[in-house]
């Protein structure tokens, strides 16, 4: 099925059905991203990226149905007033998911980030010669503290 037929079967759907479904992905697609944020706060990384794939899918999924809706905006406030003041409600607690959930990944990031600058620091530290400068005191050579390690910024 073309991208375009998909569009227009979505479009054609009845107004109830169209909005159900719709809060049906948004539903799922706010749970996966609460469950995500859950395992990011105790600090369960790499349970939390086994979610990535499934809120991939289900942003999609959300995302097709949302943009039907936009579409279809006036029939379906004429045909299901209730179901569309429902995805609003509903779209407001995505906002607010998605919102806790980036403050998260940032603090999870700034975290890492913090941990794997101290340790290059220390690992910089223990493989600098110790010698005297012209003042008698250590010299430190802050561009040799990361020798070896590298930061991936990529969470």
Request: aromatic share 2%.
């Given at each position: 099925?073309?991208?375009?037929?998909?569009l227009?079967?979505?479009?054609?759907?009845?107004a109830?059905?169209?909005?159900?479904?719709?809060?049906i992905?948004?539903?799922a697609?706010v749970?996966?991203?609460?469950?995500?944020?859950t395992?990011l706060r105790a600090?369960?990384?790499?349970?939390?990226?086994?979610?990535?794939?499934?809120?991939?899918?289900?942003?999609q999924?959300?995302?097709?149905?949302?943009?039907?809706?936009?579409?279809q905006?006036?029939?379906?406030?004429v045909?299901?007033?209730?179901?569309?003041?429902?995805?609003k409600?509903?779209?407001e607690?995505?906002a607010?998911?998605?919102?806790?959930?980036?403050r998260?990944?940032?603090?999870?990031?700034?975290v890492?980030?913090d941990?794997?600058?101290?340790v290059?620091?220390?690992?910089?530290q223990?493989?600098?010669?110790?010698?005297y400068?012209?003042g008698?005191?250590?010299t430190?050579?802050?561009?040799?503290?990361?020798?070896g390690?590298?930061?991936?910024?990529?969470?």
């Open positions: 099925m073309t991208a375009a037929a998909r227009a079967a979505l479009d054609s759907l009845p109830d059905e169209l909005c159900r479904m719709a809060e992905a948004l539903a697609l749970d996966v991203m609460n469950q995500e944020t395992l600090g369960h990384m790499r349970q939390a990226s086994t979610l990535t794939p499934e809120k991939t899918r289900l942003a999924d959300y995302v097709s149905f949302a943009r039907s809706v936009q579409r905006g006036p029939r379906l406030k045909q299901a007033p209730a179901a569309v003041e429902r995805l409600a509903g779209h607690r995505l607010t998911q998605m919102a806790e959930n980036l998260v990944l940032a603090t999870a990031r700034m890492t980030e941990l794997l600058t101290d290059a620091k220390i690992v910089g223990q493989n600098r010669a110790k010698t400068g012209r008698g005191a250590i430190a050579d802050p561009a040799a503290s990361a020798r390690i590298a930061i991936n910024r990529a969470l």
